[in-house]
């Protein structure tokens, strides 16, 4: 009987992203989520007695800004070596062949396969395969599984495997594979990485995500970790999460539709703060709060969106680590406040006038030359994914969205007799 720990998807030194702007934010916890969750990994590894460690790519983010990155993932291994735990991994998008330049040799308990063609390393003792293969650049569009070897009969054979399946939202379709390629290799355990959000894609034979081990932003939600995998006899007898994340974030959905007063969604909003924060078990939490729903207030909390934010954030201080990311208003007017938008009313018409705009540049320098100059002067890494001056069409129908209420709130009257 043995057991080992399958993880994936470390973005060692990756940067959270959410709460740079908050000069009360826990910078710490920011800067060092990554290692602190991985120093968490080695930690339960050791303290499980585990056989080996599976690492299923993207263990960096990309190439090193210097070698610090690589030297302390060295001494982790070094402490797994000396509990006598080998690793075996492979690279994925972020950290293939051609993304890292800068290297250092690894330690002898550790095994990176290779990008050229699938390899098998061998566990003697324990009667284990484990096969895998590297991404050789960061777009692989090929079906790497083809090309893994046939599982040996008297082994307990692993893959390793940096894929994104069938597909996944929010991830490149990369290293696509189906279902019934994995089954034909007559593997007993398929560790795979790449998707970020832990899923058990089948139990006969056992293939799974194990997602992340620190969310990095507001779409990775929820706890993070690894697996721990149980073997006895040739079988599967026990697959068990371990939770590793060390700073968790939270979409936190509040109703205001029973509230009558701003006074009172204040205190949903805490009382929806502190569920939350029970929830996470004593770690930080980062929290974008979504307003949604009917309510009377609709116009008050359109009118008062940035104050109200304010009010919100501090509500979230109040509780100690809670930290909000962002306030999402999705409310809509209840129907005493629907007769104002009647359709032969003149709001209704500047509305469907707003509603009708549509951006026929792609970037807001386009629009306004002014912003091409401010533009000029922000650095590199502010202008790739999420460059704020190249807003997708989600940001501008969301953008169209804000225009109307605002309207609406300021012709209305906004809403002065709520409370």
Same mark, same amino acid.
């Given at each position: %009987?043995? !057991?080992?720990? @399958?993880? /994936?998807?470390?973005?060692?030194?990756?940067? &959270? *992203?959410?709460?740079? #702007?908050?000069?009360?934010?826990?910078?710490?916890?920011?800067?060092?989520?990554?290692?602190?969750?991985?120093?968490?990994?080695?930690?339960?590894?050791?303290?499980?007695?585990?056989?080996?460690?599976?690492?299923?790519?993207?263990?960096?983010?990309?190439?090193?800004?210097?070698?610090?990155?690589?030297?302390?993932?060295?001494?982790?291994?070094?402490?797994?070596?000396?509990?006598?735990?080998?690793?075996? %991994?492979? !690279?994925?998008? @972020?950290? /293939?062949?051609?993304?890292?330049?800068?290297? &250092? *040799?690894?330690?002898? #308990?550790?095994?990176?396969?290779?990008?050229?063609?699938?390899?098998?390393?061998?566990?003697?003792?324990?009667?284990?395969?484990?096969?895998?293969?590297?991404?050789?650049?960061?777009?692989?569009?090929?079906?790497?599984?083809?090309?893994?070897?046939?599982?040996?009969?008297?082994?307990?054979?692993?893959?390793?495997?940096?894929?994104?399946?069938?597909?996944?939202?929010?991830?490149?379709?990369?290293?696509?594979?189906?279902?019934?390629?994995?089954?034909?290799?007559?593997?007993?355990?398929?560790? &795979?990485?790449?998707?970020?959000?832990?899923?058990?894609?089948?139990?006969?034979?056992?293939?799974?995500?194990?997602?992340?081990?620190?969310?990095?932003?507001?779409?990775?939600?929820?706890?993070?970790?690894?697996?721990?995998?149980?073997?006895?006899?040739?079988?599967?007898?026990?697959?068990?999460?371990?939770?590793?994340?060390?700073?968790?974030?939270?979409?936190?959905?509040?109703?205001?539709?029973?509230?009558?007063?701003?006074?009172?969604?204040?205190?949903?909003?805490?009382?929806?703060?502190?569920?939350?924060?029970?929830?996470?078990?004593?770690?930080?939490?980062?929290?974008?709060?979504?307003?949604?729903?009917?309510?009377?207030?609709?116009?008050?909390?359109?009118?008062?969106?940035?104050?109200?934010?304010?009010?919100?954030?501090?509500?979230?201080?109040?509780?100690?680590?809670?930290?909000?990311?962002?306030?999402?208003?999705?409310?809509?007017?209840?129907?005493?406040?629907?007769?104002?938008?009647?359709?032969?009313?003149?709001?209704?018409?500047?509305?469907?006038?707003?509603?009708?705009?549509?951006?026929?540049?792609?970037?807001?320098?386009?629009?306004?030359?002014?912003?091409?100059?401010?533009?000029?002067?922000?650095?590199?890494?502010?202008?790739?994914?999420?460059?704020?001056?190249?807003?997708?069409?989600?940001?501008?129908?969301?953008?169209?969205?804000?225009?109307?209420?605002?309207?609406?709130?300021?012709?209305?009257?906004?809403?002065?007799?709520?409370?």
């Amino acid at each position: %009987m043995f !057991s080992f720990i @399958h993880a /994936a998807d470390i973005h060692l030194d990756s940067p &959270l *992203k959410g709460l740079e #702007n908050y000069p009360d934010a826990p910078v710490d916890q920011i800067r060092l989520a990554a290692r602190r969750a991985f120093d968490n990994l080695i930690e339960t590894a050791i303290d499980e007695k585990v056989a080996f460690l599976l690492l299923a790519g993207d263990l960096y983010d990309g190439d090193w800004k210097d070698f610090n990155t690589g030297i302390y993932f060295i001494s982790r291994m070094g402490r797994l070596r000396e509990a006598g735990i080998p690793v075996f %991994m492979v !690279s994925g998008n @972020h950290d /293939a062949a051609s993304q890292i330049t800068r290297s &250092l *040799k690894l330690p002898d #308990n550790v095994t990176l396969f290779g990008h050229r063609i699938a390899g098998t390393a061998h566990i003697e003792h324990l009667g284990v395969a484990v096969h895998g293969q590297s991404f050789s650049s960061r777009s692989v569009m090929d079906d790497l599984v083809r090309n893994y070897p046939q599982g040996e009969p008297a082994l307990f054979n692993i893959g390793l495997l940096h894929t994104s399946l069938n597909g996944r939202p929010g991830h490149e379709p990369y290293a696509p594979c189906t279902l019934d390629t994995l089954r034909s290799k007559g593997y007993e355990y398929w560790a &795979l990485g790449h998707v970020h959000q832990r899923e058990v894609i089948c139990r006969d034979p056992w293939v799974v995500f194990s997602g992340n081990i620190q969310g990095r932003h507001i779409r990775e939600t929820g706890p993070k970790g690894c697996t721990l995998v149980s073997v006895d006899e040739g079988m599967v007898t026990a697959v068990v999460e371990r939770e590793l994340d060390v700073l968790r974030w939270a979409i936190c959905r509040v109703n205001p539709g029973f509230c009558g007063t701003l006074d009172a969604l204040c205190d949903h909003v805490r009382d929806a703060f502190d569920t939350e924060r029970a929830k996470a078990d004593g770690r930080p939490l980062a929290v974008r709060l979504i307003v949604e729903g009917t309510t009377p207030l609709h116009n008050r909390l359109h009118e008062r969106q940035l104050q109200l934010s304010e009010e919100f954030r501090a509500i979230a201080a109040n509780l100690g680590d809670v930290w909000l990311e962002k306030v999402v208003l999705k409310t809509r007017r209840s129907a005493e406040r629907r007769e104002i938008l009647s359709d032969d009313s003149p709001l209704h018409s500047l509305l469907r006038s707003v509603e009708e705009l549509r951006f026929e540049h792609s970037d807001l320098a386009g629009l306004v030359p002014e912003f091409e100059k401010l533009r000029s002067k922000l650095p590199p890494e502010l202008l790739g994914e999420g460059d704020p001056f190249q807003p997708g069409e989600e940001e501008l129908v969301s953008l169209r969205e804000e225009i109307k209420e605002l309207l609406v709130a300021t012709i209305a009257g906004g809403g002065r007799h709520e409370n």
